[in-house]
């Protein structure tokens, strides 16, 4: 049998606990939270910069992945044709926003990693350890994006540009009815009064 005492004991070591507990998690919180400011001044810092392999064309991509610098070599317009220098500015572009959403993922990764579980801290409450969504790899190690092909180098069969819609067909249009020049038409005008 237990006494008053007893179970006062037993109370306040359990408070203790769950108070020293609080406290942890607490600490932990405001460690978070600041690698967390700390993860988000630095991904809106990120910038990436691609160069094309003949270098022509340099780009600069910004923390939201807009085209923040372009720059182009003197020789550019001599080298390649427009519609050359506009696929592989937009491929610079693209693989640059990769890399900018990557060296970000990989910026927060961290932080989701350690994350506790509730289950952990109260008994039988419900998991949230799926409602967590995973952090995506946004470059493929192993497979880099391909460069865009300079037309040059496209086969010779085939064609620089998609062929054209085949036209319309014409229009066959019914012969006009002849009237003598005496007589007014029925038509909808006149209505038939004369």
């Known amino acids: 049998m237990s006494t008053p005492g007893d179970d006062r004991a037993q109370k306040e070591a359990r408070n203790a606990a769950m108070r020293e507990t609080v406290d942890q998690l607490l600490d932990k919180f405001n460690q978070q939270t600041a690698q967390l400011r700390e993860a988000q001044r630095a991904a809106s810092e990120l910038t990436a910069e691609l160069s094309s392999p003949d270098g022509l064309v340099k780009v600069t991509v910004d923390a939201q992945g807009a085209l923040a610098d372009l720059t182009l070599a003197p020789t550019t317009f001599d080298r390649t044709r427009p519609e050359a220098l506009?696929?592989?500015?937009?491929?610079?572009?693209?693989?640059?926003?990769?890399?900018?959403?990557?060296?970000?993922a990989e910026l927060f990764r961290p932080l989701t990693a350690d994350l506790p579980d509730l289950a952990e801290f109260i008994e039988g409450a419900p998991s949230?350890?799926?409602?967590?969504?995973?952090?995506?790899?946004?470059?493929?190690p192993e497979r880099e994006p391909e460069p865009a092909q300079d037309p040059e180098s496209r086969p010779i069969l085939r064609p620089a540009t998609p062929p054209a819609p085949p036209a319309p067909k014409p229009v066959t249009r019914r012969p006009r009815p002849t009237t003598d020049d005496d007589e007014m038409p029925e038509t909808w005008m006149t209505r038939g009064d004369r």
């Open 86 to 104: 506009a696929r592989t500015i937009r491929d610079l572009v693209r693989r640059g926003m990769l890399q900018v959403k990557q060296e970000q």
């Open 128 to 140: 949230l350890a799926g409602l967590m969504p995973e952090i995506p790899d946004f470059l493929d």
